[in-house]
């Protein structure tokens, strides 16, 4: 199984961006899927995930409200609305899958990682 994202750029503050990640293999209907960023010098840090019916989505405490996680089991794909972006947005974002069918904001528990895909918010 492997992930794919995209949709990263370079956007002005207030902007919109919407990431996409694609999975292969049949486990994507399965798993948890989240999204983690990373700003350079510092952690990942938990951005959103949604079950695996995509029924139940939680945030991180600075998106949240801002932004919006959707996913579509038939198309593989889970997708991350960015509205009203912040400078302090900028990072590079991953994509992430986990099998636990519990609430995860950890990057501990994701096992698969997609490569990450640069979001740049200019001021």
């Known amino acids: 199984v492997q992930l794919q994202a995209s949709g990263g750029g370079l956007v002005q503050a207030g902007g919109s961006l919407r990431l996409s990640c694609t999975a292969s293999?049949?486990?994507?209907?399965?798993?948890?899927m989240g999204w983690f960023r990373q700003a350079p010098g510092k952690e990942h840090e938990f951005v959103a995930a949604i079950n695996w019916s995509g029924g139940y989505a939680y945030y991180g405490d600075s998106v949240s409200g801002r932004f919006t996680i959707s996913k579509d089991n038939a198309k593989n794909t889970v997708w991350l609305q960015m509205n009203s972006l912040k400078p302090e947005d900028t990072a590079v974002y991953y994509c992430a899958a986990s099998k636990s069918p519990w609430r995860t904001v950890s990057s501990g528990g994701y096992n698969l990682w997609g490569q990450g895909t640069q979001v740049t918010v200019s001021s």
């Open positions: 293999g049949r486990t994507f209907s399965t798993a948890t």
